[in-house]
């Protein structure tokens, strides 16, 4: 064998191995808004899921042959909380466990009279599958004395059977909760005296409340691992870990030690915040080891946090120390939903163009303002499909995977600009810190069929992103400006660019300090015509992104002035996804995560030999999205890979 075949074949081979090394990553978040989740692989193959739910009212139960099916799998209800007395409020932690041929879920609840009366309950089946058959109850899960009691797992180690739970003791001056052990001779009932394994004593155990709660057990590696979460239910709240040999007697105190410093907190850098509560699971192969826990996706919470639903469900491979110990690391950044493609298309005309996007905050959901073309209708001369438009409004409650249809947005205009008649293209939209929402509208004062009349842009205000009123035109370069795109400088203070069709389409912009008073510069990007421009900050820049009618062009500008233009433009080749064949054009960019998404338009039907035809298939247009990279101080694209995308709210 020569030395460059022998090299050949162990860098095959090193590659191979790394290849089937390599840890999977899960399609996080795995199910929105369900905390405190536990997950079971049961021997039939499947992961049977349960988890608590925000209204605090039921325990559901779901399965799936893959974690990352379990948020689209359906979800059975198999027990709802008490009209009256016990188990009649705070239902919390449901944990199923398959003992002795029987499946028993464990659960955390109060009284309907009084929710923080919480004790450990049971419910049992008997059928092969959890998801059949009838749950029995099987009353309270006594622990030696009554008090605030929550979060029971059990586990089996060298042929014992083993209860884990939190527990506050009975005395009234002590409001920690505390981490407790028994043996237990059935699955219903303990048979010897709670043994406290862990109580809050480091500073990050004592964020706000003390709180040691959610053990959860791992037996590998001779050990017998037990995490737990300390801290209050925010971005404070953090995993702890108990380790003891699995030989030992775990009911000796002794045979414990406890972690000095947390072993998985939140990760600002991933947007993964207050990680917790957690439960063990494995890849279908059983090889891998996996921490399934729940976290939120921002860290400022208003009210009571326990009445915040975004507790999502995550999972991600645990890694093992050579010492034999597991290393957790740090929250991963969520990987988000495909999106779909094409993104949207508006029910209407079917002429969705010019995205921007916005955080509905009381809705909490992402909206997606539009122009909404009027491609479909019939008989319109000229250029008047084009005019007369509304701004449609989309919304995804998966985080911008995918996108329904809301309406059309109440804009409240003077006769003076139109009024009803008017044409309304391109809107931006911020939010001020008062929580006013303001839009920036082109506006054409009627419905034309050239494009010889006046466009202004239009200053709107909102507090619901639906009712706009306040109208006021904005004194710019001239009576004929259009796209207008608003940022937040460094200092508080805003700049908006804009279209200045007047001088060969450059680029201008504007300052204002309360977004309604705005003083004009002059040109900003002159190199050559460009519309619907898009400044936003990113990897220590600012770029600009502009719609030069043969693709995207980019700008990156240290100072958010001074603009260099970079070679080649974004989404000038077709792409070979569902209508999106065609260049791309007048898009929105989206940073949230760390990442950058890039929402654009397109004609589907400008394509081959009927390109230049003017009927429906060719006014038409749908809305797309990819994501933008940086490496080099450039943008690039890939719009034919799957886009997994993550809108966060903050």
Known sequence: MTAILRWFTCALLLTCTVASAASPEFANPLVRQRADPHVTLHTDGYYYFTATVPEYDRIELRRARTLDELGKADTKVIWRKHASGPMGNHIWAPELHFIDGKWFMYFTAGTAEDKWAIRLYVIENTSANPMEGTWTERGQLKTGWESFTLDATTF????????????????KDLPATNIYIAKMDTPTSISSAPVQLSTPEHKWEKVKFLVNEAPAALLRNGKVFITYSASATDASYSMGLLTADAGAELLDVASWRKSGDPVFVTSAANGQYGPGHNAFTTTPDGKT???VYHARNYRDIKGDSLLDPNRNTRAQVINWRADGSPDFGEPVADRGQIAAKPLFRDPLFDGAADPVLVRNVAKDRWWMFYTSRRATATELPGVSWVHGTRIGIAESSDEGATWHYVGTA???LPIELGGKDATHWAPDIVRADDDVYHMFLTLVPGIFTDWNHPRHIVHLTSTDLLKWDNAQTLKLANEKVIDAAVARLPGGAWRMWYNNEKDNKSI??????DLKTWTDHGR?????GGEGPKVFEWKGAWWMITDVWHGLAVYRSPDAKTWT?????LLQQPGQGADDKVMGGHADVVVSGGRAYLFYFTHPGRQGPDAKKDGAEQRRSAIQVTELFHADGKLTVDRDAPTRIVLRND
């Open 156 to 171: 089996s180690n060298a042929g014992q059977r083993y209860l884990v739970w939190t527990q506050r003791r009975p005395e």
């Open 289 to 291: 080891d996996v921490l």
């Open 410 to 412: 109440d804009i409240t």
């Open 508 to 513: 201008y912009y504007a300052d204002s300090t």
């Open 524 to 528: 900003a990007v002159a190199d050559q």
């Open 565 to 569: 233009r970079q070679s080649g433009n």
